[in-house]
């Protein structure tokens, strides 16, 4: 059988998945009595529930006697990881592209990064139907985009599909009149290449680039296959990092449609699963034949960002997770790193209960304390902050990011504002002359913490930011620091709605009546720079005198609701956002409110 591998890149909510789901359908994938969900290949909870890729999945169709495996990959930058990850497996890429958004800054990482590579590049322009299309200006804007990259004369003599995938149509001209996704598997089986075919007296190659688990079989390897033909039960080498050893491939799986199938053999240019075999990680290479060889480790742009972890130690521990100690936070971040290759742990010692993760970005180191703590973990997190590179001759460097804001014309003059505090430089101002301009500035990655929050808040939720890694520069000193302090709990108890209604005017509230906290809880945000302690568990004295007036009545405005991005925004370097599978709280490192002082430094 012949293959054809592509991978679907493209910004985050441009419609890969529901393109995907489209292939799916209309490839027959599905039997006619299964039921489909929509974006099916968002399998993760979190997936569904925030609509985003989080982790790059394969899947097959078989159209013409050709046999078609495609990868969806992640759409948000702070994955670019699992992006780079798939593109080796791949000959083809296809660019799928808003027909009202164009190219945003994802684009352009993932389309340098396949360009890098060398692949064969289909552009599809999605979601055509919109009533804001704008197809003729974005097919300019993707040209401009191939020329920026500099991109050669065969690579822009691209093809060009247009299609809805909600709607389920791509056409080859806006003219065209069919209802069917023909014309894109046509041009996947015209313009993408072939794999190399099998070599003569090779060896079978195996680049690891993801692993999974079967709870029968054990770990699962996944990756393209190389050179020869792999059969079943066949012997052969492990390389690793630290050196080689002799394996037995048990088990062989490939894809049809979203199941996997054991085989006895898989022919080289087909991505393929592996079983039976212990101890090995991503960028491995699984070589069987007469003179194995390894093939080229698998190597991804190094993180930005860390945060600190540790242990939960407020009087609240270990009352509502079942997991809390360092051993076992240890033992899950390393079984994260295994298949998470843009991840990086440092920790003080072996037996250090802190440890430091680093990672590509604010979203990804996120949704690992979300996965965590659906797990049953309990823990304390630190605020992010960026990695500086020191050089030889005592500069100091810190990342910088590219990003692009589209918001309503009225509040262009609040966001120059406030990116100029954060020493941002801008690059570029476009009006769509229908109300919305876009903004693209040049940004320190420190200068972005707690930013997206401040966005929604100052557009009212109408905004929309995006950011992209833009290298390294030297340190900007004077970046600005949350200019208020915090309302301190100073004793234990619940909190009660008298107490709550007479702090209302200190500050904004972040707890209901009937909420239990300690001393060194943050129950809000208080009007002025220093932080405040406050007693939030005191009741109302009750006498058996009547009161001579009216009392007051207890009307407190809604709180705000803490969510874990949010939180890990807000923080300053002296607290910590303890998360538990059914909180998330706001603390001061030092619980004791004679240990630490109200003046923030």
């Known amino acids: 059988m012949d293959f054809r591998n592509i991978a679907i890149i493209a910004h985050v909510d441009h419609g890969k998945t529901t393109l995907v789901d489209g292939l799916l359908r209309q490839c027959k994938a599905f039997q006619d009595h299964e039921r489909v969900v929509d974006r099916v290949m968002d399998s993760m909870d979190l997936e569904r529930e925030r609509g985003i890729t989080i982790a790059a999945k394969n899947t097959a169709v078989f159209y013409k006697g050709f046999k078609i495996n495609i990868c969806d990959t992640p759409g948000h930058a702070d994955f670019g990881g699992e992006v780079e990850r798939v593109l080796t497996m791949v000959e083809g890429a296809m660019l799928l592209v808003d027909a009202s958004e164009g190219p945003l800054p994802q684009t352009r990482f993932v389309l340098k990064k396949a360009m890098e590579r060398g692949l064969s590049i289909l552009v599809c322009i999605n979601k055509v139907d919109r009533p804001d299309a704008r197809v003729d200006e974005v097919m300019d804007e993707i040209y401009d985009l191939f020329i920026d990259l500099d991109a050669t004369e065969e690579q822009l003599d691209f093809p060009v599909l247009y299609a809805s995938a909600k709607m389920g149509f791509a056409r080859e001209s806006m003219d065209d009149d069919n209802d069917d996704?023909?014309?894109?598997?046509?041009?996947?089986?015209?313009?993408?290449?072939?794999?190399?075919?099998?070599?003569?007296?090779?060896?079978?190659?195996?680049l690891v680039t993801s692993l999974d688990y079967d709870p029968y079989v054990g770990r699962l390897a996944l990756g393209r296959l190389f050179g020869a033909p792999l059969k079943r039960n066949a012997i052969g080498r492990l390389f690793g990092e630290d050196g080689d050893s002799r394996v037995k491939v048990q088990l062989i799986y490939t894809w049809s449609g979203l199941k996997r199938h054991e085989v006895e053999d898989a022919q080289p240019g087909d991505i393929v699963a592996i079983a039976g075999i212990d101890g090995l990680t991503v960028g491995d290479t699984v070589a069987v034949g007469e003179e194995p060889e390894a093939l080229p480790r698998l190597t991804v742009d190094e993180p930005t960002i860390g945060?600190?972890?540790?242990?939960?130690?407020?009087?609240?521990?270990?009352?509502?997770?079942?997991?809390?100690?360092?051993?076992?936070?240890?033992?899950?971040?390393?079984?994260?790193?295994?298949?998470?290759?843009?991840?990086?742990?440092?920790?003080?010692?072996?037996?250090?209960?802190?440890?430091?993760?680093?990672?590509?970005?604010?979203?990804?180191?996120?949704?690992?304390?979300?996965?965590?703590?659906?797990?049953?973990?309990?823990?304390?997190?630190?605020?992010?902050?960026?990695?500086?590179?020191?050089?030889?001759?005592?500069t100091t460097l810190e990342p910088f990011e590219e990003v692009t804001l589209d918001v309503p014309d009225e509040f262009v003059g609040a966001m120059t504002q406030q990116l100029a505090g954060r020493k941002a430089e801008m690059r570029d101002m476009v009006s769509n002359g229908k109300g919305r301009t876009r903004m693209v500035y040049r940004v320190p990655t420190r200068g972005l913490i707690g930013f997206r929050s401040q966005m929604l808040t100052e557009t009212r939720g109408t905004g929309v930011m995006n950011s992209l890694f833009d290298g390294w520069d030297r340190k900007v000193e004077g970046l600005p620091r949350r200019p208020r302090g915090a309302l301190v709990a100073d004793r234990s108890g619940k909190t009660t709605a008298y107490s709550l209604f007479h702090l209302q005017p200190r500050g904004e509230l972040f707890v209901r009546p009937g909420v239990e906290v300690y001393e060194g809880s943050i129950i809000g945000l208080h009007v002025r720079q220093n932080d405040l302690n406050v007693n939030a568990v005191r009741g109302k004295q009750l006498t058996n005198f009547r009161a001579s007036g009216a009392d007051e009545k207890t009307i407190l405005?809604?709180?705000?609701?803490?969510?874990?991005?949010?939180?890990?925004?807000?923080?300053?370097?002296?607290?910590?956002?303890?998360?538990?599978?059914?909180?998330?709280?706001?603390?001061k490192r030092e619980l004791a409110s004679n240990k630490r002082s109200i003046v923030r430094k």
């Open 557 to 587: 405005a809604p709180p705000r609701e803490v969510t874990l991005e949010w939180a890990l925004e807000f923080i300053d370097d002296d607290e910590w956002v303890e998360v538990t599978p059914t909180n998330i709280r706001l603390r």
């Open 181 to 206: 996704l023909r014309p894109l598997l046509d041009a996947i089986v015209e313009h993408v290449p072939s794999p190399p075919a099998a070599v003569e007296g090779a060896s079978a190659q195996l």
């Open 307 to 394: 945060m600190t972890m540790t242990i939960n130690t407020s009087p609240l521990a270990g009352k509502e997770g079942k997991f809390l100690t360092a051993r076992q936070i240890r033992n899950r971040l390393d079984k994260e790193l295994l298949h998470n290759v843009s991840l990086r742990l440092e920790a003080e010692s072996a037996r250090a209960e802190t440890f430091k993760l680093f990672g590509r970005g604010e979203l990804q180191l996120a949704i690992l304390i979300e996965q965590m703590r659906r797990e049953g973990f309990e823990l304390s997190v630190s605020r992010p902050e960026v990695v500086f590179k020191e050089q030889d001759d005592g």
